[in-house]
């Protein structure tokens, strides 16, 4: 098969737009753009049809949108959704180089750069890329489906959880999500972050969808795939180890995905090889957009069913699923079944925790972080034998985007410690005494496992003043929390447990919390200037390629005046 015969049928294919009625009239307008104009844009308009984007952070929230859903969005401009035949709210299947896959809703933002898709922290964790990977975005359209039964597991440091509690917050606060099996769902039951990995789907229709395939499988496969991508040596090496005989390819199943014979995967490869090539194109195509290309197959559904076919193969031999397969959404009446966490996954998460090398310009602000909560964590016996009281609580106050809730990441990471985590808005229950009684628990809880830090992240919103508070429970949950305070180190666990909390308003927090024996030390993390600008670009920057000189981030540094951390990280994702 030509080169140039693959590339225009997946051009016509492209223009054809989803095979879904729903998809392809709300979807009006999609267009691709021809091989031949090879205009800047048109790479990226390219690999926007053919679903292969790069990845970037999320832009800013939008205040609009509430906070439930914006954990299940990715960004997207308009046109790249336009050319990629994604429809506004619905759906879309991500799937990464190294053949994980998450399924996400899309969003337009307007000015979002074309060919990007804006990931939030979470997103990228679940499909193990970074800003500046490659991914395949695709519309789903297959049948989904209500999950009848979801297997999920619980880090061993959650199995004491209430099952019925924790089933219902899932429910609730997960509701609608389709969940892919070894993939990872995330939510916060009473203020704590509770992280399960999902075993096994069983679908209204019966269908059952189990863990990913082999992993040294699938990681060898997309090794292989990898390697046929970026290197046009091995490429012909690969093409010489081809075995080029006819296959017949057997029926395709929508559900997952038993790996196939040999001969079918050389054939793909055969197939996706051809597409890759193009000696003497005078389409001037570069292999950027080529590699596009060939992830565009997926597109051309259409106009190349063998292709398709074929490609479809290749990823259920790699243990993934297609956008035309059945997926399964939690609902209100999916059942939940608990077993304990596979301890491989802890590893995959420590590539993504904040250190702290990764926070800039605040470098005496650790100083004093580490003495004060590290010291007292590690080497409590140090505290005894001098009879220093080790602290209990240590506020971290500053304007908004300074890096607070970064450094209580960080501390928590290095520390080693237990940690868990309030966010004062989303603990407080107008139901009476439940607030106080989430605290308990959780106080409790870090007491028993020891060392242990609770951080507590917008004080100001759980405890404010109680002169000026506007009900009954903001007084009760103040006077819980001084009481609880009071009570950390009398069960022996002297220096073991400490509280960090932040807030943007020290001064409207109740002041009996600043008192000693509490937040009895306070420290400011506040605006950076010049030269700790310079240092958090360089630490923002240090993952991703870029072209800036040192003298270039000199002169943004010192032109960015008045910018914080999450502003310079905004600046950075943007450009
Ligand atoms: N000093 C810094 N070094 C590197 N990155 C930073 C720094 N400060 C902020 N950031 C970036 O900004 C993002 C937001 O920061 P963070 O949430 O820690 O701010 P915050 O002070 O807790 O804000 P808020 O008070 O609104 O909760 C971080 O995820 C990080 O990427």
């Known amino acids: 098969m030509s080169s140039k015969k693959n590339r225009k049928r997946l051009n016509q294919s492209a223009e054809n737009g989803?095979?879904?009625?729903?998809?392809?009239?709300?979807?009006?307008?999609?267009?691709?753009?021809?091989?031949?104009?090879?205009?800047?844009?048109?790479?990226?308009?390219?690999?926007?049809?053919?679903?292969?984007?790069?990845?970037?952070?999320?832009?800013?929230?939008?205040?609009?949108?509430?906070?439930?859903?914006?954990?299940?969005?990715?960004?997207?401009?308009?046109?790249?959704?336009?050319?990629?035949?994604?429809?506004?709210?619905?759906?879309?299947?991500?799937?990464?180089?190294?053949?994980k896959q998450e399924v996400y809703t899309a969003w337009p933002i307007a000015g979002f750069p074309g060919g990007k898709v804006g990931l939030n922290e979470v997103a990228q964790k679940n499909?193990?890329?970074?800003?500046?990977?490659?991914?395949?975005?695709?519309?789903?359209?297959?049948?989904?489906?209500?999950a009848e039964e979801m297997d999920v597991a619980l880090s061993d440091k959650d199995m004491e959880i209430n099952e019925e509690e924790l089933t219902d917050c899932i429910l609730r606060k997960l509701d609608g999500k389709i969940v892919l099996p070894g993939n990872f769902l995330y939510c916060t039951f009473y203020g704590r972050p509770c992280k399960l990995q999902v075993l096994r789907v069983k679908g209204a229709d019966g269908m059952i969808l189990g863990g990913p395939q082999n992993d040294t499988d699938a990681q060898r496969m997309a090794f292989e795939q990898s390697s046929m991508e970026t290197s046009s040596l091995e490429l012909s090496l690969q093409l010489s180890q081809l075995d080029l005989e006819e296959t017949r390819i057997p029926s395709l199943r929508s559900t997952p995905c038993k790996p196939v014979d040999e001969r079918i995967i050389n054939k793909t490869s055969d197939v996706l090889l051809d597409v890759t090539q193009s000696p003497g194109d005078d389409s001037g195509v570069v292999l950027e957009e080529?590699?596009?290309?060939?992830?565009?197959?997926?597109?051309?559904?259409?106009?190349?069913?063998?292709?398709?076919?074929?490609?479809?193969?290749?990823?259920?031999?790699?243990?993934?699923?297609?956008?035309?397969?059945?997926?399964?959404?939690?609902?209100?009446?999916?059942?939940?079944?608990?077993?304990?966490?596979?301890?491989?996954?802890?590893?995959?998460?420590?590539?993504?925790?904040?250190?702290?090398?990764?926070?800039?310009g605040l470098s005496s602000q650790l100083k004093v972080i580490r003495e004060m909560i590290e010291l007292p964590l590690k080497q409590p016996e140090l505290f005894k034998t001098y009879g220093i009281p080790a602290p209990r609580g240590v506020?971290?106050?500053?304007?908004?985007?300074?890096?607070?809730?970064?450094?209580?990441?960080?501390?928590a990471n290095e520390v080693g410690a237990y940690v868990s985590v309030i966010n004062g808005p989303e603990i407080i229950s107008k139901f009476y005494g439940e607030t106080e009684a989430k605290l308990r628990q959780i106080f409790a809880e870090a007491t028993l496992r020891h060392p242990s830090i609770i951080f507590i992240d917008e004080l100001d919103a759980l405890c404010p003043k109680r002169e000026g508070a506007q009900n009954e429970v903001?007084?009760?949950?103040?006077?819980?929390?001084?009481?609880?305070?009071?009570?950390?180190?009398?069960?022996?666990?002297?220096?073991?447990?400490?509280?960090?909390?932040?807030?943007?308003?020290?001064?409207?927090?109740?002041?009996?919390l600043r008192r000693p024996g509490r937040f009895d030390k306070e420290i400011e993390i506040g605006v950076p200037n010049a030269q700790d600008r310079l240092d958090i670009l360089q630490k923002l920057l240090r993952r991703v390629p870029?072209?800036?000189?040192?003298?270039?981030?000199?002169?943004?540094?010192?032109?960015?005046?008045?910018?914080?951390?999450?502003?310079?990280?905004?600046?950075?994702?943007?450009?």
Do not use: W
């Open 18 to 99: 989803s095979p879904l009625p729903s998809a392809a009239s709300s979807c009006a307008g999609a267009r691709t753009p021809s091989a031949g104009a090879r205009t800047p844009s048109a790479g990226s308009d390219f690999a926007a049809a053919a679903g292969t984007l790069t990845v970037t952070n999320f832009l800013e929230k939008d205040d609009k949108i509430p906070k439930t859903f914006q954990n299940s969005l990715i960004h997207l401009g308009l046109n790249t959704m336009k050319s990629a035949n994604i429809c506004i709210g619905r759906p879309v299947l991500l799937t990464s180089l190294n053949g």
């Open 127 to 146: 499909v193990g890329v970074r800003p500046g990977d490659a991914i395949q975005v695709q519309p789903l359209v297959g049948a989904v489906l209500q």
């Open 290 to 360: 080529v590699t596009g290309l060939k992830c565009s197959s997926e597109s051309a559904r259409e106009g190349n069913d063998q292709l398709i076919k074929e490609e479809r193969l290749l990823k259920f031999s790699m243990g993934a699923k297609c956008n035309t397969d059945t997926f399964y959404f939690i609902s209100s009446t999916t059942r939940v079944n608990f077993t304990e966490i596979d301890k491989n996954s802890k590893e995959q998460d420590n590539q993504f925790k904040v250190t702290y090398d990764m926070i800039g």
């Open 395 to 411: 506020l971290l106050y500053g304007p908004p985007g300074t890096g607070k809730t970064m450094i209580a990441r960080a501390v």
């Open 474 to 512: 903001e007084k009760r949950v103040v006077a819980s929390l001084l009481t609880l305070m009071d009570g950390i180190g009398s069960e022996g666990s002297e220096g073991q447990v400490l509280v960090l909390g932040a807030t943007n308003r020290p001064h409207a927090l109740d002041s009996a």
């Open 546 to 575: 870029h072209l800036l000189t040192e003298a270039e981030l000199l002169q943004l540094a010192n032109s960015a005046h008045g910018y914080v951390g999450a502003d310079l990280k905004v600046l950075c994702n943007e450009a």
